[in-house]
Nanobody, 119 residues
């Protein structure tokens, strides 16, 4: 059974930083495209970044940095200079074959971690 667990969310002031983690069990992340998405209240899911072990990383937002430690079966999202508009639930997801900004292309999802940017 595949399980993705995100962590690292919380409350941060504008201009602050957070690093989110996503650890997988039941599959090796190095064999699949992995993406970070977010969803703000009342908004659709938005792609942040996607990466494969062989194809590199595609950044859709530009401000956040994707990294990976495949030995730990974990990926990360470094978020700096956070703004109130970044408040959302952040998800990691595993796809089938290639990176995509479309949530429908990802079959496994974590439960999400809440990020709130507020003073």
């Amino acid at each position: 059974q595949v399980q993705l667990v995100e962590s690292g969310g919380g409350l941060v002031q504008p201009g602050g930083s957070l690093r989110l983690s996503c650890t997988a069990s039941g599959l090796r992340l190095s064999g699949y495209p992995i993406a970070w998405f977010r969803q703000a209240p009342g908004q659709e899911q938005e792609a942040i970044s996607c990466s494969t072990a062989t194809g590199g990383t595609t950044s859709y937002l530009g401000r956040f940095t994707f990294s990976s430690d495949y030995a730990k079966n974990t990926v990360y999202l470094q978020m700096n200079s956070l703004e109130s508009e970044d408040t959302a639930v952040y998800y990691c997801a595993v796809g089938n074959s290639a990176c995509s900004a479309a949530p429908s292309q990802f079959r496994h999802w974590g439960q999400g971690t809440q990020v709130t940017v507020s003073s």
